[in-house]
T-cell receptor, first 112, second 114 residues
Framework: ELKVEQNPLFLSMQEGKNYTIYCNYS?????LYWYRQDPGKSLESLFV???NGAVKQEGRLMASLDTKARLSTLHITAAVHDLSATYFCAVDHRDSNYQLIWGAGTKLIIKP | GAVVSQHPSRVICKSGTSVKIECRSL??????MFWYRQFPKKSLMLMAT?????????EQGVEKDKFLINHASLTLSTLTVTSAHPEDSSFYICSARDRRWTQYFGPGTRLTVL
């Protein structure tokens, strides 16, 4: 059974600092996704990672994938207040008809 | 990117009434759409998979008679919450899957049952 674990679940940090959110999954997956959710809003797609060693960057966010370790990281560089949100990772696999299996989410609060 | 709309974005209703939520894929055809429910401070919970032209597949523990799903066309799926009660209050999010099996999410519907 495909399971996804995120940590930490809650993170409070100061602006300007760097930090990393981790996403572990239990079995082989085809794709790994990172989403952002603001309070009261739906999901915003950030990254889709397909292959081992994949790295994608958008602004202060960088996501990477290690399929051998079954681990993805979302790294935040020099955090700014606007990045405060809840971040979810999810994976899918053809064997589960590409249903998304979700992590619990990481609530990120960035203090000015 | 692909766009998915949901309507209404917010609805308040009295206990015992039924509420219909629409999910539309605006610029692509979606043979499969998904309905999720999200409780406060929790992750998304898949309720059902909606397939165009066939019956929806419900996840374990989701009452199919309470949450009626209809996928009438390749761009429209509806979720009807029948005889709503306060415990049905939640944030409902739909997604539509394109031909590359990528899901695009709607903006969500906040349901409050009084």
């Amino acid at each position: 059974e495909l399971k996804v674990e995120q940590n930490p679940l809650f993170l409070s940090m100061q602006e300007g600092k760097n930090y990393t959110i981790y996403c572990n999954y239990s079995t082989t997956s085809d794709r790994l996704y990172w989403y952002r959710q603001d309070p009261g809003k739906s999901l915003e797609s950030l990254f889709v990672l397909l292959s081992n060693g994949a790295v994608k960057q958008e602004g202060r966010l960088m996501a990477s994938l290690d399929t051998k370790a079954r681990l993805s990281t979302l790294h935040i560089t020099a955090a700014v207040h606007d990045l405060s949100a809840t971040y979810f990772c999810a994976v899918d696999h053809r064997d589960s008809n590409y249903q998304l299996i979700w992590g619990a989410g990481t609530k990120l609060i960035i203090k000015p | 990117g692909a766009v998915v709309s949901q309507h209404p974005s917010r609805v308040i209703c009295k206990s015992g009434t039924s509420v219909k939520i629409e999910c539309r894929s605006l610029d692509f055809q979606a043979t499969t759409m998904f309905w999720y429910r999200q409780f406060p401070k929790k992750s998304l919970m898949l309720m059902a998979t909606s397939n165009e032209g066939s019956k929806a597949t419900y996840e374990q523990g989701v009452e199919k008679d309470k949450f009626l799903i209809n996928h009438a066309s390749l761009t429209l799926s509806t979720l009807t919450v029948t005889s709503a009660h306060p415990e049905d209050s939640s944030f409902y999010i739909c997604s539509a899957r394109d031909r590359r099996w990528t899901q695009y999410f709607g903006p969500g519907t906040r349901l409050t049952v009084l």
